[in-house]
């Protein structure tokens, strides 16, 4: 008789193949299904080949190769396919048996089918993985959330497969019940957008202001990826910039500038929206994205709106180093915001985040990774209770010292006429959040005239509303609700 698997895999595309591997590497046997079979075989009959991997070609016979209680994990397309396949196992799996979700599903329908797996007596876990092919294979970030009872069960199988950080320590530890990993990881693919974006408009800034080239760009981020800005998304920027076509010429410089997105960072501005937190960079990277796609549009707006000439003068040295610190401040905003997102997601949710611990799963394996999240760790491991990145003291210090060439580089682009929404919004709300008086209390005042909304006074204690019958005709009915 064969032995039975540690664990089983549903879904034999690009991330499924390279977790399978990663787990047989581990030491664990596996258990493949795909809805076309003709993928088991030629998945087992290439890569899988003399491997300690099982390939089955029905449910039945998937479940009965497997080791109780047990495991298994879902790398198929996020949505209703993930509810077919749970609808499929649930009658041939036992209580205690556990189904994993691995894709980019939103968390509400975590929590959903969290829910719903439980009420059948079995466990649910709904992960972020992060690292594309290459983080699959070689070691990924995962980030699980769902039945804490299935945390033991799996946590062998994730902590041997994920990254490692220089200590050895795993990219992988539990993050919360119900949706808590998939909406860690949502937040993580939104900073992920505000990373790539604030790249871009440094990319844009030297291009379209400075006139340099895929060469002279590729020597700064080469340069860029040594110090404090090291990362992953720096190292493979410096890599495009650098790679050259078949006639010799920069490949980028071809490269239509469209980009596509799958949603993600979408769902975070959303939620950022649902609970109250300016979200306000990301949110601006999901609308760049959505601006590129208008390709046609805005070629044709090019030959009606015009703008100023770009035209760039001054010490170039001294400006890339502005564009650095405009880069890394804009970035520190970022990650305060997604931080924000999670605090408020996990009081909203009764989750029970590590702050620190998160940012020491995305310190290897995941597309955000970078140094600078080691800064992350340390801050959340002096103060649990930061209410925001920017109040801790080394993130205070390294903005204050950045802000000078933060604000060239966002008037240089504003005076000659370059893009940079993700860089200004963050300079925007850093200005927004150290301002003790903001004009709100004129528009609060404006929604009390059109629409009896109320407010609070600054002579009197918070908590109590106020309304004015600004016209003389209004009376002095309030609007029974308050929303700030």
């Given at each position: 008789?064969?032995?039975?698997?540690?664990?089983?895999?549903?879904?034999?595309?690009?991330?499924?193949?390279?977790?399978?591997?990663?787990?047989?590497?581990?030491?664990?046997?596996?258990?493949?299904?795909?809805?076309?079979a003709?993928?088991?075989?030629?998945?087992?009959?290439?890569?899988?080949?003399?491997?300690?991997?099982?390939?089955?070609?029905?449910?039945?016979?998937?479940?009965?190769?497997?080791?109780?209680?047990?495991?298994?994990?879902?790398?198929?397309?996020a949505?209703?396919?993930?509810?077919?396949?749970?609808?499929?196992?649930?009658?041939?799996?036992?209580?205690?048996?556990?189904?994993?979700?691995?894709?980019?599903?939103?968390?509400?329908?975590?929590?959903?089918?969290t829910?719903?797996?439980?009420?059948?007596?079995?466990?649910?876990?709904?992960?972020?993985?992060?690292?594309?092919e290459?983080g699959?294979?070689?070691?990924?970030?995962?980030?699980?959330?769902?039945?804490?009872?299935?945390?033991?069960?799996?946590?062998?199988?994730?902590?041997?497969?994920?990254?490692?950080?220089?200590?050895?320590?795993p990219?992988?530890?539990?993050?919360?019940?119900?949706?808590?990993?998939?909406?860690?990881?949502?937040?993580?693919?939104?900073?992920?957008?505000?990373?790539?974006?604030?790249?871009?408009?440094?990319?844009?800034?030297?291009?379209?202001?400075?006139?340099?080239?895929?060469?002279?760009?590729?020597?700064?981020?080469?340069?860029?990826?040594?110090?404090?800005?090291?990362?992953?998304?720096?190292?493979i920027?410096?890599?495009?910039?650098?790679?050259?076509?078949?006639?010799?010429?920069?490949?980028?410089?071809?490269?239509l500038?469209?980009?596509?997105?799958?949603?993600?960072?979408?769902?975070?501005?959303?939620?950022?929206?649902?609970?109250?937190?300016?979200?306000?960079?990301i949110?601006e990277?999901?609308?760049?994205?959505?601006?590129?796609?208008?390709k046609?549009?805005?070629?044709?707006?090019a030959g009606?709106?015009?703008?100023?000439?770009?035209?760039?003068?001054?010490?170039?040295?001294?400006?890339?180093?502005?564009?650095?610190?405009?880069?890394?401040?804009?970035?520190?905003v970022?990650?305060?915001?997604?931080?924000?997102?999670?605090?408020?997601?996990?009081?909203?949710?009764?989750?029970?985040?590590?702050?620190?611990?998160?940012?020491?799963?995305?310190?290897?394996?995941?597309?955000?990774?970078?140094?600078?999240?080691?800064?992350?760790?340390?801050?959340?491991?002096?103060?649990?209770?930061?209410?925001?990145?920017l109040?801790?003291?080394?993130?205070?210090?390294?903005?204050?010292?950045?802000?000078?060439?933060?604000?060239?580089?966002?008037?240089?682009?504003?005076?000659?006429g370059?893009?940079?929404?993700?860089?200004?919004?963050?300079?925007?709300?850093?200005?927004?959040?150290?301002?003790?008086?903001?004009?709100?209390?004129?528009?609060?005042?404006?929604?009390?005239?059109?629409?009896?909304?109320?407010?609070?006074?600054?002579?009197?204690?918070?908590?109590?509303?106020?309304?004015?019958?600004?016209?003389?005709?209004?009376?002095?009915?309030?609007?029974?609700?308050?929303?700030?």
């Amino acid at each position: 008789m064969n032995k039975l698997s540690d664990i089983g895999l549903i879904g034999l595309a690009v991330m499924g193949e390279n977790l399978v591997l990663n787990m047989e590497s581990k030491g664990f046997t596996v258990s493949v299904y795909n809805r076309s079979a003709s993928k088991v075989d030629d998945f087992l009959a290439a890569r899988a080949k003399g491997k300690n991997i099982t390939g089955t070609h029905s449910m039945e016979e998937f479940v009965a190769s497997l080791e109780r209680p047990r495991k298994v994990m879902l790398m198929i397309k996020a949505g209703s396919a993930v509810d077919q396949m749970i609808d499929t196992l649930i009658p041939l799996l036992e209580p205690g048996d556990l189904i994993i979700d691995g894709g980019n599903t939103h968390f509400p329908d975590t929590n959903r089918r969290t829910a719903l797996v439980e009420s059948k007596g079995l466990l649910y876990i709904g992960t972020g993985v992060s690292g594309g092919e290459e983080g699959a294979l070689l070691g990924p970030s995962i980030m699980p959330g769902g039945s804490k009872k299935a945390w033991p069960i799996i946590k062998p199988v994730f902590q041997a497969i994920a990254a490692k950080v220089d200590d050895g320590t795993p990219c992988c530890d539990w993050v919360g019940e119900n949706g808590a990993g998939h909406f860690v990881k949502m937040v993580h693919n939104g900073i992920e957008y505000g990373d790539m974006q604030l790249i871009t408009e440094a990319y844009q800034i030297m291009r379209d202001l400075m006139g340099m080239s895929a060469d002279e760009m590729h020597d700064v981020f080469s340069e860029w990826n040594k110090g404090d800005l090291d990362s992953y998304l720096i190292e493979i920027t410096r890599d495009i910039l650098g790679y050259k076509d078949t006639d010799g010429k920069p490949l980028v410089d071809k490269i239509l500038d469209t980009a596509g997105q799958k949603g993600t960072g979408k769902w975070t501005g959303v939620a950022a929206l649902d609970l109250g937190i300016p979200l306000t960079l990301i949110g601006e990277a999901v609308f760049s994205r959505c601006l590129s796609a208008i390709k046609n549009e805005r070629v044709e707006a090019a030959g009606i709106l015009h703008g100023p000439v770009p035209v760039f003068s001054g010490d170039k040295t001294a400006f890339i180093n502005d564009i650095k610190d405009a880069l890394y401040a804009s970035k520190i905003v970022s990650y305060a915001q997604g931080y924000a997102l999670m605090r408020a997601a996990a009081e909203e949710y009764k989750w029970e985040l590590n702050y620190g611990g998160i940012a020491l799963m995305w310190r290897g394996g995941c597309i955000i990774r970078s140094a600078f999240l080691g800064k992350i760790k340390e801050a959340f491991d002096t103060d649990s209770g930061l209410k925001n990145l920017l109040l801790d003291p080394f993130f205070r210090s390294t903005v204050d010292k950045a802000q000078k060439g933060w604000r060239n580089v966002v008037a240089a682009a504003i005076t000659n006429g370059i893009p940079v929404p993700a860089i200004s919004s963050a300079l925007g709300y850093f200005d927004g959040y150290r301002c003790e008086k903001l004009p709100a209390n004129l528009l609060q005042a404006q929604r009390d005239y059109f629409g009896a909304h109320t407010y609070e006074r600054t002579d009197k204690p918070r908590g109590e509303f106020f309304h004015t019958n600004w016209t003389g005709r209004g009376g002095t009915t309030a609007s029974t609700t308050y929303n700030v």
